[in-house]
């Protein structure tokens, strides 16, 4: 009933308004065609220039409304590199911008139509063209050369002391595996993988794995200035390792494994003192739509000192501790019923927690 | 092709009734099915396009007013939303599964049967036989299909609506294997199988279109029509249909494949997947072979989208600033280089994909150079304006939306073409604010100027004008209250595609400015519907045409009688003497001087 009264009265609303955008004809005929058109072109040429003051004023309200709320305080190097390309792009952009609109606005109040004007015949000028050929070009050339210096920088190799982490994707939440003492990753299987014992697929053939530790929790746990290399990977479906803090971003395919290095420059609890926020935490964010989960899938990246990170490696457990089926032999790739619907009422719960 | 040859068959349309105003005075009176419903004739099918495209965007833009609703207030209920969406809305709380299901439905809707259907449709078959002076396209026959097929397309999306799992709901790019695999969400299921044959279907259709588009502009010219003689709006439709007939059928491939993933076995782009608690059998596929299918067309697509509007501004811009649009002939080269590089950034989209970091720098470049032909365009139309005598009515305001809208989406463009810096704003709401200004907002601004300066053509009355200027005005402001605050969260990272952002300690804090969003764009919303009012009530109650030339406008169609039956022109086909944008004086008091008028001697051509 609701939705038909308010069908209704949409419907008459637009019956009024078309009534009175009607009446507005008739008085254009009754009151001279000419007149009223010009008058008509006079005030819209007038609003179109408080529209565009407005404008300006709202974007100064917005950005006054949004400043240090932005780019988050960058959390590595390679992400103050990316704030000053950032400002530099958005300088440029922003000169253009409002040259351009406020041109575009000021010709349409300067040159409104009236009785005395007539349009100048201007159909081409090759001199003009190539102005505005040339400075786009040069302008692009320039942040091209900018990005490409940062995107080398950002993409390339690993240095060797790294520590290499993995991070594996599921609906929807991360999984993250650390090498342990031996400073390798074992390799693992998907055919292997065992949502009871081994959600990973590790191969317990391999004595690689038998140290390697595994949070289900999402935390990525690293040490400040230690660079910290990522094999990203998922389980089930594309997801994306977001990392706002590191300005950095990289899907996570099954089948493929795609890196990702940096160097965290500031702990997570110095981060709670620069932002003023004592719940502030690194977030990883999925960027990749992955399901109705996707909203949830929330891990998080945890930086701490040495001596910190050291006395927390310390209390894991490698994840082979009552999991390595020593006794039982390699998991079944398929599983039996209860453990595919052990795994659904996880992830149920996950969304609902959130 | 003869031009001369007059169109026969059920569909028979001697020109000498097409003066009159009323259907009813016709001398052979068709069939209502031959002449409604099964119509060979251009102008007819350009309208059934265009209410479909309405009828499409309508639903399109109700989803996105459902799932703002969810955005910007995800603690409230709202009751009306379960008497339209049913138990996906359970207590007028939207489900995470419809949520996304509304996400992906939106982006198809508006992008290809809104976006490139309704308006491709709609302005290739009104203009380029009006305005190339021809009798009707190349084929009416195929010309009908594409329609048909369209619909056919149309009804199995909307079937999908209401089938039990829901609709599609990867996203409008429908990656696999979340799109491929049953398991991995609810619209994976039957919703997902209808979309693919829908999709089938819809490129089919756009193929037929697009072929018929291009020998028409490129045989079906009258004498006198030479190439560069062309209004801008034909060239643009005819890049477009060439956009179109080289990257749908990369599409269809893809979709192809996908087909085969889901229901045969196949693992094109399955591999090494673990799901629903059972390691799947699929190895040595690669979702990103998707990714680059899907965006070989992806990319044109966004042009496909652009072009007409381009096309429709510059004519608009020029007719009613009295002036030749400047640098027609820059304006053609920057088309072409805009339709060539369409071609070879698509995988701009794919920068964090792990895809070569050398291979994405070549994107990067490719890309930015865009912005050359952009930026040409751009200056070009402020050029046009400049010491012109603008007449600010409706169709005028939104062509100079348009080229304010696609100034603000294209600067944005340049952020995320470069890959150093699309890393950190991929897949954030930068990205969401970028494309719809650039190609939703922008697009539709070039669709309504058409709309408005092409309805007496298409119905023989005009638009209410008083309607036409709040439409302006509420949808401009709106436009940018809506997509300038999404910039900001996109800024700080903010990922697009979330249901909820309430467990999220960076990006909670835009809940009010998200509230403050949806509410400008339910606002929006309405007042589309008054256009759509405006628009339906104009056909019929509209201020009736008087003269054959209401703009003063210098290209062929307004030489065809108010209201012209099959077959446009009584008795003979004009001919075109000079090109497209004569606005100066004639000699006779007029600012303008048709492309029918023989140059005056000692005169030279353009």
Redesign the interface.
């Known amino acids: 009933m609701s939705v038909f009264i308010i069908i209704t009265l949409i419907v008459l609303v637009f019956i009024i308004i078309y009534q009175i955008g009607k009446a507005s004809e008739y008085a254009l005929i009754l009151r001279g065609e000419e007149k009223v058109r010009a008058q008509t072109n006079r005030a819209i040429a007038i609003l179109l220039l408080v529209m565009f003051v407005l404008g300006m004023w709202g974007i100064w309200e917005c950005n006054e409304m949004f400043k240090g709320q932005m780019l988050p305080v960058a959390a590595c190097k390679t992400g103050e590199n990316y704030d000053m390309m950032f400002n530099v792009t958005t300088l440029v952009t922003g000169i253009v911008f409002f040259l351009t609109q406020f041109i575009l606005f000021w010709f349409c109040f300067k040159f409104q139509s009236n009785d005395k004007r007539t349009a100048f015949y201007f159909p081409h000028n090759n001199k003009l063209e190539i102005i505005w050929t040339t400075i786009p070009a040069i302008a692009m050339a320039i942040l091209v050369a900018i990005g490409l210096r940062n995107w080398f920088d950002v993409t390339s190799v690993a240095p060797a002391e790294a520590t290499v982490v993995e991070i594996v994707g599921k609906q929807f939440n991360w999984i993250i595996r650390y090498p342990g003492k031996d400073n390798e990753l074992g390799k693992r299987d998907f055919r292997k993988i065992n949502d009871a014992n081994n959600i990973l697929g590790l191969d317990w053939n391999d004595p690689h794995n038998n140290d390697d530790v595994v949070l289900q929790n999402g935390e990525l746990h690293c040490v400040v200035g230690k660079p910290v290399k990522l094999l990203i990977n998922s389980r089930d479906v594309i997801h994306d390792v977001g990392l706002p803090h590191f300005r950095l971003k990289m899907d996570a395919v099954p089948g493929i494994t795609t890196t990702l290095w940096f160097i965290p420059s500031i702990t997570t609890d110095s981060m709670k003192i620069i932002t003023k926020n004592p719940n502030f935490v690194y977030e990883i964010a999925c960027d990749q739509l992955c399901g109705k989960g996707h909203y949830s899938m929330r891990g998080t990246v945890i930086v701490h000192t040495q001596a910190d990170y050291d006395k927390w490696m310390a209390t894991q457990q490698a994840y082979a501790i009552g999991n390595n089926p020593a006794a039982a032999p390699a998991a079944p790739a398929v599983q039996p019923a209860a453990d595919s619907s052990h795994a659904k009422v996880d992830s149920a719960k996950i969304v609902k927690a959130n | 092709m003869n031009n001369e040859i007059i169109i026969d068959g059920p569909n028979v349309a001697h020109g000498h009734e097409a003066a009159t105003d009323h259907h009813g005075h016709e001398h052979h009176e068709q069939h209502f099915i031959w002449k409604y419903i099964f119509s060979q004739d251009h102008k007819m099918i350009c309208k059934q396009f265009l209410v479909t495209g309405i009828i499409w965007a309508i639903i399109g833009a109700m989803m996105s007013v459902f799932f703002r609703l969810q955005l910007g207030f995800p603690d409230s209920t709202f009751?009306?939303m379960e008497?339209?969406l049913g138990d996906w809305a359970k207590g007028g709380k939207l489900s995470?599964?419809f949520y996304?299901a509304l996400v992906t439905m939106h982006g198809t809707i508006l992008v290809f049967f809104v976006l490139t259907a309704g308006l491709s449709g709609t302005f290739a078959n009104l203009l380029i036989p009006l305005q190339v002076g021809a009798r009707d396209m190349a084929s009416p026959f195929m010309n009908m299909l594409s329609y048909w097929f369209f619909f056919l397309a149309s009804v199995l999306m909307m079937v999908s609506l209401f089938v039990e799992t829901g609709p599609a709901?990867?996203?409008w790019t429908t990656?696999p294997?979340?799109s491929a695999?049953k398991e991995?969400?609810?619209g994976s299921g039957i919703g997902m199988d209808l979309w693919l044959m829908s999709m089938a279907i819809f490129v089919v259709s756009a193929l037929l279109g697009g072929l018929n588009y291009i020998s028409t502009v490129l045989n079906m010219r009258t004498k006198g029509m030479t190439m560069t003689r062309l209004p801008l709006t034909c060239w643009a439709l005819f890049f477009t249909a060439v956009l179109g007939v080289l990257s749908f059928p990369v599409l269809f491939s893809g979709l192809v494949l996908l087909i085969f993933d889901r229901n045969f076995g196949t693992s094109f782009y399955?591999?090494?997947?673990?799901?629903?608690?059972?390691?799947l059998p699929h190895?040595?596929?690669?979702?990103?072979l998707y990714q680059h299918l899907f965006w070989f067309l992806g990319h044109p697509e966004v042009y496909i989208i652009m072009l007409p509007g381009m096309g429709m501004a510059s004519e608009v811009l020029a007719t009613h600033?009295?002036?030749?649009?400047?640098?027609?002939?820059?304006m053609i080269i920057s088309l072409v280089g805009i339709t060539l590089l369409a071609f070879v950034v698509w995988a701009h989209h794919m920068f964090?994909?792990?895809m070569s970091?050398f291979l994405?720098?070549i994107f990067?470049?490719l890309t930015?150079?865009i912005?050359?032909p952009s930026?040409?365009k751009?200056?070009?139309w402020?050029?046009t304006?400049?010491?012109?005598?603008?007449?600010?009515n409706p169709a005028m305001?939104f062509a100079?939306g348009f080229?304010?809208l696609f100034?603000?989406g294209g600067?944005?463009g340049?952020?995320l073409g470069?890959?150093?810096?699309d890393?950190?704003l991929?897949?954030?709401y930068f990205v969401v604010a970028h494309f719809h200004i650039v190609m939703g907002v922008s697009a539709f601004f070039g669709m309504f100027a058409g709309i408005y300066h092409w309805f007496p053509k298409m119905f023989g009355r005009f638009m209410?004008?008083?309607?036409g200027?709040?439409h302006f005005?509420v949808t401009?402001?709106g436009a940018?209250?809506i997509f300038?605050?999404m910039h900001?969260e996109g800024?700080?990272?903010m990922?697009r595609?979330?249901?909820?952002?309430s467990?999220?300690?960076?990006?909670r804090?835009?809940q009010s400015?998200n509230g403050f969003i949806s509410i400008v764009a339910m606002i929006v919303f309405?007042t589309q519907?008054?256009f759509v009012?405006?628009f339906f009530?104009s056909m019929y109650?509209g201020?009736k045409m008087t003269t054959l030339n209401p703009w003063g406008s210098t290209t062929l169609e307004w030489t065809t009688p108010i209201n012209p039956g099959h077959g446009n022109w009584v008795g003979e086909i004009p001919e075109v003497h000079r090109w497209p944008?004569d606005?100066?004086?004639d000699g006779h008091g007029n600012?303008f001087i048709p492309q029918t008028t023989p140059l005056r001697p000692g005169e030279e051509a353009?």
């Not at chain 2, 304006?385 to 600010?392: A, D, M, P, Q, S």
């Open positions: 009751p009306i008497k339209f995470a599964e996304y709901s990867g996203g990656y294997p979340l695999l991995a969400s609810m399955l591999s090494e997947i673990f799901i629903g608690g059972k390691a190895i040595g596929g690669s979702a990103i600033s009295r002036k030749p649009i400047f640098g027609y002939f820059a964090v994909t792990g970091p994405g720098s990067v470049l930015l150079l912005a050359v930026a040409v751009v200056f070009n402020i050029t304006i400049w010491r012109g005598n603008l007449r600010l305001l100079l080229v304010s100034i603000s600067l944005t340049i952020f470069n890959s150093a810096l890393i950190h991929h897949d954030t209410n004008n008083t309607l200027y709040v005005f401009f402001a940018y209250l300038w605050p900001y800024i700080a990272g990922p595609r979330y249901y909820d952002y467990a999220w300690e960076s990006f804090h835009f400015i309405f519907l008054l009012y405006n009530v109650r201020r944008y606005y100066r004086d600012d353009h």
